[in-house]
């Protein structure tokens, strides 16, 4: 490989070209976001990396790493971003109540677990309900296959919980097995990214998938508690081509806005509550309910039920909230407007 990656290596493909008018094109280049700053963002452009300001009025918070954005001609300013295929997104963490973008333009999330007490299937459910729900494709990686002697417990768990996402099981400090049992989502042009607890062996993945020792990086990242330095990198070219996104923000994840993804995790549910007698049934004590037949047949693991029940709460919850928060900003905004306008208007009268 070049040095330098060429449009299609960045991951620049038709979905992007096809938003360009006739005349943006060869004027406006196109510039993959790899870190984003308060006040400015690092892009990688065909012809190397450029440092770029926000268009007037419009805030980092919102542009993602992996986005792609084209560049006003003869400045270094951001003219537009454009559409995106997909977006990871969660609620920020603590106190403070956003929607926080994470990666936009994944094609897909390894959701890695290693076969051990970290494995748990809720919260692969968890993982997988986020990638569904913006649009990436979810592989579960189930490493320390060294160390685990019965890996068919883990797989009948994934088959009865997860039956549709793609396994691959390995030992992440084998880079030859690594490397071969992910090879089929990375390449030139293609975007991953991972997700999973402390511990279960993503730096070890990236270390390996982008041949060189971020993993003391992220460590540091892990330990920097938001205080953002302007080395860190959060996009990693891979050795065969193609880019691992790391942010910070992957590795807590609480899911809002997605009901669509953990539905489609759950569909099976989904589709026996559509032949429930009440369109509303919650699935309790209801007549007629089919879900509820369905576990007294056996068909259906209650426990299931609970979970998917568990995520449509948080998810509810999480969403109540953040429309809360938006109403009292614009509260807030309306009646600072008032303030200041009655101000004028006093002026007016006493000038
Ligand atoms: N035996 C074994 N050790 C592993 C495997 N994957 C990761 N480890 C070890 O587990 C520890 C945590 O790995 P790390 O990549 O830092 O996990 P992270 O917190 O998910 O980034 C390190 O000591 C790794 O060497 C594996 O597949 N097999
Ligand atoms: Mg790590
Ligand atoms: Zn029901």
């Given at each position: 490989?070049?040095?330098?990656?060429?449009?299609?290596?960045?991951?620049?493909s038709?979905?992007?070209?096809?938003?360009?008018?006739?005349?943006?094109?060869?004027?406006?280049?196109?510039?993959?976001?790899?870190?984003?700053?308060r006040d400015?963002?690092?892009?990688?452009?065909?012809?190397?990396?450029?440092?770029?300001?926000?268009?007037?009025?419009?805030?980092?918070?919102?542009?993602?790493?992996?986005?792609?954005?084209l560049?006003?001609?003869e400045?270094?300013?951001?003219?537009?971003?454009l559409?995106?295929?997909?977006?990871?997104h969660?609620?920020a963490a603590?106190?403070?109540?956003?929607?926080?973008?994470?990666?936009?333009?994944?094609?897909?999330?390894?959701?890695?677990?290693?076969m051990?007490?970290?494995?748990?299937?809720?919260?692969?459910?968890?993982?997988?309900?986020?990638a569904?729900?913006?649009?990436?494709?979810p592989?579960?990686?189930?490493?320390?296959?060294?160390l685990?002697?019965?890996?068919?417990?883990?797989?009948?768990?994934?088959?009865?919980?997860?039956?549709?996402?793609?396994?691959?099981?390995?030992?992440a400090?084998?880079?030859?097995?690594?490397?071969?049992?992910l090879?089929?989502?990375c390449?030139?042009?293609e975007?991953?990214?991972?997700?999973?607890?402390?511990?279960?062996?993503?730096?070890t993945?990236?270390?390996?998938?982008?041949?060189?020792?971020?993993?003391t990086?992220a460590i540091?990242?892990?330990?920097?508690?938001?205080?953002?330095?302007?080395?860190?990198?959060?996009?990693?070219?891979?050795?065969?081509?193609?880019?691992?996104?790391?942010?910070p923000?992957m590795?807590?994840?609480?899911?809002?806005g997605?009901?669509?993804?953990?539905?489609?995790?759950?569909?099976d549910?989904v589709?026996?509550?559509?032949?429930?007698?009440?369109?509303?049934?919650?699935?309790?004590?209801?007549?007629g309910?089919?879900?509820?037949?369905?576990?007294?047949?056996?068909?259906?693991?209650?426990?299931?039920?609970?979970r998917?029940q568990?995520?449509?709460?948080?998810?509810?919850?999480?969403?109540?909230s953040?429309?809360?928060?938006?109403?009292?900003?614009?509260?807030?905004?309306?009646?600072v407007?008032?303030?200041?306008?009655d101000?004028?208007?006093r002026?007016?009268?006493?000038?």
């Amino acid at each position: 490989m070049t040095d330098t990656p060429d449009l299609k290596d960045l991951g620049w493909s038709a979905d992007f070209l096809r938003q360009l008018d006739i005349d943006e094109i060869g004027r406006f280049a196109p510039a993959r976001v790899t870190a984003v700053h308060r006040d400015r963002i690092d892009t990688l452009t065909e012809a190397g990396p450029r440092v770029l300001t926000l268009p007037p009025g419009h805030s980092a918070g919102e542009i993602a790493v992996g986005d792609w954005v084209l560049i006003e001609p003869e400045t270094d300013r951001v003219a537009r971003r454009l559409e995106r295929t997909s977006l990871l997104h969660r609620k920020a963490a603590g106190r403070d109540i956003r929607d926080q973008l994470i990666a936009a333009n994944v094609d897909t999330l390894f959701v890695t677990t290693s076969m051990n007490a970290d494995f748990n299937v809720a919260r692969l459910e968890r993982y997988v309900a986020l990638a569904h729900s913006g649009d990436v494709a979810p592989v579960i990686v189930l490493t320390k296959a060294d160390l685990s002697a019965d890996h068919d417990t883990f797989h009948d768990a994934l088959r009865a919980a997860l039956p549709r996402v793609t396994r691959v099981t390995l030992d992440a400090r084998d880079p030859g097995a690594v490397h071969e049992a992910l090879a089929d989502w990375c390449g030139p042009g293609e975007t991953v990214a991972f997700v999973g607890s402390s511990g279960v062996g993503k730096s070890t993945l990236v270390s390996v998938l982008t041949g060189d020792a971020i993993a003391t990086q992220a460590i540091r990242e892990d330990d920097a508690k938001g205080r953002h330095t302007t080395t860190a990198r959060e996009f990693h070219r891979l050795a065969g081509g193609g880019w691992v996104i790391d942010t910070p923000g992957m590795r807590e994840l609480q899911l809002t806005g997605a009901a669509e993804g953990i539905d489609a995790v759950f569909a099976d549910i989904v589709e026996l509550a559509a032949d429930c007698k009440f369109n509303d049934c919650a699935h309790d004590t209801e007549p007629g309910c089919a879900v509820k037949a369905a576990i007294a047949e056996g068909t259906l693991d209650a426990e299931r039920l609970a979970r998917w029940q568990k995520l449509r709460r948080e998810d509810a919850l999480n969403a109540e909230s953040l429309a809360e928060a938006h109403a009292r900003q614009r509260r807030f905004g309306r009646m600072v407007k008032e303030v200041v306008r009655d101000h004028h208007k006093r002026q007016d009268r006493e000038g």
